[in-house]
């Protein structure tokens, strides 16, 4: 099955600094890559993904990457803020029927 | 409207009782998933339904028992629950889930403690 490598798994950065998390995949076969974010007490929410057919998205300060070659995805997130604070879940889904969720990187950002 | 709504927001029971947790979307969608997230941790999948049939069960005791009485609605059935049963339980839904690369969408979740 779907196997999905999270790092790091805690994050600090000071506000206005940019912070980058990684996942690797093993299962060559999968095409749909999503990224949520979970605040303390609330359930995860879709923050952006992408599918295998482009290698990058971006949304305001968001942006994420694929490299289908080398099984990796990345989230970018630019002029972080306060409420970036969050813990955030990359998943990997399409060669399995259910999505496989990395551990989470939980970022901390400084004001 | 992208919105999973799950109620309720708390439940406290004890082993020997018997609750519902319930779920709700108005997206359209045919598919609703039970998982559950212990703290620090990613959800793990519980149950799958697909056009209202529950299409995947991950090995989950039988004390929790999924219902899916229409497209819109989904439950879960506790009974007789273990202490380390306590979690937050989540509620998702998306398209169709057949080919399993529809986005989920995530309810708020229900804080579960059993006592």
């Known amino acids: 099955g779907e196997n999905v490598e999270q790092h790091p798994s805690t994050l600090s950065v000071q506000e206005g600094d940019s912070a980058v998390i990684k996942c690797t995949y093993s299962d060559s076969a999968s095409n749909y890559f999503p990224w949520y974010k979970q605040e303390l007490g609330k359930g995860p929410q879709l923050i952006i993904d992408?599918?295998?057919?482009?290698g990058e998205k971006k949304d305001q300060r968001i942006a994420v990457t694929l490299n289908k070659t080398a099984k990796h995805f990345s989230l970018h997130i630019t002029e972080t803020q306060p409420e970036d604070s969050a813990v955030y879940f990359c998943a990997a889904s399409g060669g399995s029927y259910i999505p496989t969720f990395g551990r989470g990187t939980s970022l901390i950002v400084h004001p | 409207d992208t919105e999973v709504t799950q109620t309720p927001k708390h439940l406290v029971m004890g082993m020997t009782n018997k609750k519902s947790l319930k779920c709700e979307q108005h997206m359209g969608h045919r598919a609703m998933y039970w998982y559950k997230q212990k703290a620090k941790k990613p959800p793990e999948l519980m149950f799958v339904y697909s056009y209202e049939k529950l299409s995947i069960n991950e090995s989950v005791p039988s004390r929790f028992s999924p219902e899916c009485p229409n497209s819109s609605l989904l439950n879960l059935h506790l009974h007789a629950l273990q202490p380390e049963d306590s979690a937050l339980y989540l509620c998702?839904?998306?398209?169709?889930?057949?080919?399993?690369?529809?986005?989920?969408?995530f309810g708020p979740g229900t804080r579960l403690t059993v006592l």
């Open positions: 992408i599918r295998s057919n482009v």
């Open positions: 998702a839904s998306s398209q169709d889930g057949v080919q399993g690369t529809d986005t989920q969408y």
